[in-house]
């Protein structure tokens, strides 16, 4: 297992940026796959980007292709979430997860079975 705690959500306006960060403790961060996901209000959960354990293979959601960059940095048991061209349509929490699976080309929620509490991202237009 691995505890994951998500930072960097808040109020950003329309076309803005924000970093999230995932700090992982526990055991070893380079042997498991990270994802991040959203939820809006009365969405399911869905799965905006993700990395393999070794960082060979990302995922990105369609709709933030482009604008999203995953990375990781093993050294320092983190994970990080590049958000750019900030739309309002990309207001959610925000939540963090780990697995020592494969990652699967869409990766899902019931693929992770460690979880972050969430951040709050609000993009105002």
């Known amino acids: 297992q691995v505890h994951l705690v998500e930072s960097g959500g808040g109020l950003v306006q329309a076309g803005g940026s924000l970093r999230l960060s995932c700090l992982a403790s526990g055991r070893a961060f380079g042997n498991f796959a990270v994802g991040w996901f959203r939820q809006a209000p009365t969405k399911e959960r869905e799965c905006v980007a993700a990395?393999?354990?070794?960082?060979?293979?990302?995922y990105y959601a369609d709709s933030v292709k482009g604008r999203f960059t995953i990375s990781r940095d093993d050294a320092k048991s983190s994970a990080y979430l590049q958000m750019n061209d900030l739309r309002p349509e990309d207001t959610a929490v925000y939540y963090c997860?780990?697995?020592?699976?494969?990652?699967?080309?869409?990766?899902?929620?019931?693929?992770?079975?460690?979880w972050g509490q969430g951040t709050q991202v609000t993009v105002s237009s």
């Open positions: 990395i393999s354990w070794a960082g060979g293979t990302t």
């Open positions: 997860a780990a697995d020592m699976s494969f990652l699967r080309p869409v990766p899902q929620s019931a693929d992770f079975g460690n």
